[in-house]
């Protein structure tokens, strides 16, 4: 893996925006960006989610972003990362994958935006847990405390959300430069 990327993950709890900020910082730095594996993964399932679902979509989370590294422009924006199966998995089985448990600390990423809860909840198939926001939020903040990331919440609507955005990445990029 090359390690001159920097990679930048967007992270937060359901409906906060991931994707269409991953898209926008995408088109902003001009690289490519890594879209959320279990999306397309879930809405192909025709039942519950299993504990193998869970695995599979972290090993299609990891495959995906593997193959998107080398297109990347110096940075490398991932709509969210494998913590998602770990924070899913304790919610619905009361635990995590070994395998997410024990890569979680060495598959780290640069940077991470989390994604303040301050979004109008928007419907969707594929989201479970409308009124238990606050929950996930708190969840987040633990878990990326945990494994020490650098991150900043970015809050706010439309555009100023986005400058929001832009401006802690540029931060990141100024001082580790």
Sequence with gaps: MPQDIIKIAV??????????MSAYLAKHYQTVWVPEYAREYCEKLTGDCTWQDEINMYHGQLALEHELLPQ???????????????????????????????QLPKHTYDFYLL??????WQDDPLRNFPTM???????WHRELQALQANYVVISGQGQPRYDAAVEAVDNFLKNIS
Excluded: Q, Y
């Design 11 to 20: 992270v937060g709890p359901e409906s906060t925006g991931k994707s269409a």
């Design 72 to 102: 990347a422009n110096r940075i490398l924006i991932c709509d969210t990362t494998f913590i998602t199966i770990k924070i899913w998995s304790d919610e619905m089985f009361g635990e995590a994958p070994p395998e997410v448990i024990d």
């Design 115 to 120: 994604l303040n809860i301050d979004l109008p």
């Design 133 to 139: 926001r606050e929950h996930f939020m708190a969840v």
